[in-house]
C-alpha cells in the first residue's frame, strides 16, 4: 500500500479508506466535522456524513461544493439521513433537530433526549455500511459500543481545542475542585484560575462524565481541530495519558481555499456581496466584527448594551445578530449608518474575518471561532456566555496573549454588560498604543503558524497523513487484533 501522504489523490487506485462522520446537530459541530470529512476525501477516502433531515440544509451547501471541486474528489462525499426519531418528534416543533433553532431550556432537553433515540438506527446503518473508520461526535457516547461490537475503529471529534481538553481532565481527575467558589488548576504549564460558575455544566453530571470517559476507553482516539503550535505545552500533555491516541489537524477552516468554498460552511443562505463591498470601502484593520456564534440569544437589554456601546465607540463595526434574538433599538442602525452594519440571520464568518478591513472579533469563544479568529490573525473581545468557552477565553488571554475580556472580574454570565464596558472593550482592541500592538502582532504570528501547519510538511498534514495511513494499513490487515502501532 503506498502512503496517503507520498501520493496525490488522482494515483490512488486501491480500493478507498471508508470513513463515516457522524457530528452533532449543531453548526459548530457539523460544519468543522463536515471540512474534516472533505480534508479526508481530498486524500483519496470514501465519506460520508450522517445527520437527521431537517439538518441537510446545514451540510448540502458545503458538500455539493466539495463534490463539484476541480480537480474533481477521487470519491464524491455521500450524505445519509436518520430518520429522527418518532418517538420524541412531537415534543418539538417539526424540522427542530438542530441545536440553533433550539430557544429554551426544555427544548434543548427534548432534542438532547430525542439524539439520543437514534442509536438503534444507526446501529443498523453502521453493520449494512461496515466503514473502515467512524469519526463520531463525543456525545453520541452510545456509537462507541456499537462501533466496537463491529470492530470499526472509533474516532472522537470533541469540538474544542487541546488547552481545553486538558482543563477538562484536570476538573475530572479533581472532582471540579469539589465546592470550592474559585480555585487554581493544578499540575498545568500556566496559571489558571477558575470561578465555580466558569466550570462546564457537564462537571455536575457524574453519570453523563463516566459516560464520556467509557467510551473515550473503548476508542481508537481523538481527533482535534487545532494545531499542534498553538498549544504545543498541552498537546504533548493531552498525548501522555496512558492509552490515549490524539491527532492534531486543523485548523480545519483553513483548508478552504476559495471565497466561495468559505461561503458554503454552514448554512450559506445570506449574499455576503453587498457585505463585502461595504469592506471594501474600509481602510484596512479599521472594522470590529461582532458575532456570538450559532446559539446564543441575549436579552433586549444585552442587546441595547450592546448597541450603545458599538455606537460610542467610535470604531466601524459589522454585528451579525440571530433571527431567534431581540432586534437591535430603534433608530440605531439608521444612526450608525455608514460606520455600522448590522446583519441578521447567517454569514459566511469565514470570508468576513478574512477581509482586509477588519481588524478585531468580539466573540463568544465558541471554539471554531476562536480559531477562525487565529487563523484570520485577528485580536479579540472575549465574551463567553457557556459551557467550555470559559476555558477557551482563559487560552485565548492568559495563555496566547492575543484577547481583552469584555467582562469585569467576578462578572458571572448572568450580569449584563455595561455600554461603557462594551465600548471601553472595542478600544483596548482597536485603538493604537503597545498593548494593542503587541496582541496584534501576537495574533499575526499565530496565523502564519497556522498556514504553516496546514501546509506539506505542516504539523497538522503530517498528522493527517499518518493518521489516515495508520487506518489504511489496519483496514488492510483486517482489524486491529492483527497489527500493533506505536503510541503517538
Ligand atoms: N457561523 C457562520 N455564520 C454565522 C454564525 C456562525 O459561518 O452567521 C459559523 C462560524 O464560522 C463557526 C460556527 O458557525 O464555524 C460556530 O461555531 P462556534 O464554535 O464558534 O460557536 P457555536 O455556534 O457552537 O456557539
Known amino acids: ?96 433537530e438542530n441545536f440553533s433553532s433550539i430557544t429554551s431550556d426544555d427544548d434543548f432537553n427534548k432534542l438532547f433526549t430525542a439524539l439520543f433515540a437514534l442509536d438503534t438506527p444507526f446501529g443498523h446503518l453502521l453493520q449494512s455500511h461496515q466503514p473502515d473508520c467512524l469519526v463520531s461526535d ?70 453523563w462524565l463516566q459516560m464520556l470517559r467509557d467510551a473515550e476507553d473503548r476508542s481508537y482516539g481523538v481527533v482535534v481541530n487545532s494545531f499542534y503550535e498553538l498549544e504545543p505545552d498541552y498537546a504533548e500533555l493531552y498525548r501522555r495519558k496512558p492509552g490515549r491516541r490524539a491527532w492534531y489537524i486543523g485548523p480545519v477552516s483553513l483548508y478552504n ?84 452594519v448590522v446583519v441578521r440571520g447567517w454569514v459566511p464568518q469565514v470570508v468576513l474575518l478574512g477581509h482586509v478591513a477588519v481588524g478585531g472579533f468580539v466573540n463568544h469563544c465558541g471554539w471554531n471561532s476562536v480559531l477562525e479568529g487565529i487563523s484570520a490573525g485577528l485580536p479579540m473581545v472575549t465574551w463567553p456566555l457557556m459551557h467550555e468557552q470559559f476555558i477557551n477565553e482563559k487560552l485565548v488571554n492568559e495563555v496566547l496573549g492575543i484577547g481583552v475580556t469584555a467582562r469585569r472580574e467576578g462578572q458571572d454570565p448572568t450580569v449584563v454588560i455595561g455600554r461603557e464596558e462594551v465600548a471601553g472593550a472595542v478600544r483596548r482592541l482597536m485603538d493604537g498604543g503597545d498593548e494593542a500592538e503587541v496582541r496584534r502582532g501576537k495574533a499575526r504570528e499565530y496565523a502564519r503558524m497556522a498556514r504553516t501547519a496546514i501546509e506539506d510538511g505542516g504539523s497538522s498534514r503530517v498528522d493527517l497523513n499518518r493518521l489516515m495511513d495508520e487506518l489504511s494499513q489496519r483496514r488492510d490487515v483486517g482489524g486491529e487484533e492483527k497489527v500493533e502501532f506505536s503510541s503517538n
Not at 39 to 58: D, S, V
Open 257 to 340: 481555499e476559495s471565497a466561495d468554498e468559505k461561503a458554503v460552511r454552514g448554512l450559506a443562505e445570506t449574499e455576503h456581496e453587498e457585505l463585502t463591498s461595504w469592506l471594501d470601502t474600509k481602510p484596512a484593520g479599521s472594522v470590529v466584527y461582532v458575532s456570538f456564534g450559532s446559539l446564543c440569544v441575549f436579552s433586549v437589554d444585552q442587546v441595547e448594551e450592546i448597541a450603545a456601546g458599538l455606537e460610542i465607540s467610535g470604531h466601524c463595526f459589522v454585528w451579525v445578530v440571530r433571527d431567534k434574538g431581540p432586534s437591535t433599538p430603534e433608530g440605531f442602525e439608521e444612526r450608525v449608518k455608514g460606520r455600522g
Open 138 to 207: 463525543s456525545v453520541f457516547t452510545w456509537s462507541a459500543a456499537i462501533s466496537a461490537d463491529l470492530n470499526i475503529p472509533r474516532l472522537i471529534f470533541h469540538g474544542p481545542g487541546i488547552f481545553t481538553l486538558c482543563i477538562h481532565d484536570n476538573l475530572n481527575l479533581h472532582d471540579a475542585y469539589g465546592q470550592a467558589t474559585t480555585f487554581t488548576i493544578q499540575d498545568i504549564p500556566h496559571d489558571i484560575h477558575m470561578n465555580r460558575w466558569e466550570v462546564p455544566n457537564i462537571f455536575t453530571l457524574p453519570m
Open 1 to 96: 500500500l503506498q502512503s496517503s501522504s507520498s501520493m496525490g489523490p488522482e494515483t490512488k487506485t486501491q480500493v478507498p479508506l471508508r470513513v463515516f462522520f457522524f457530528p452533532l446537530m449543531s453548526p459548530g459541530h457539523m460544519i468543522p466535522m463536515i471540512d474534516v470529512a472533505k480534508l479526508f476525501a481530498r486524500h483519496g477516502a470514501a465519506t460520508t456524513i450522517i445527520t437527521t433531515p431537517a439538518n441537510e440544509p446545514f451540510a448540502r451547501p458545503a458538500i455539493d461544493r466539495a463534490n463539484s471541486s476541480s480537480p474533481p474528489l477521487p470519491h464524491p462525499i455521500n450524505l445519509i439521513f436518520l430518520p429522527f426519531p418518532s418517538s420524541v418528534h412531537h415534543l418539538l416543533p417539526a424540522g427542530h
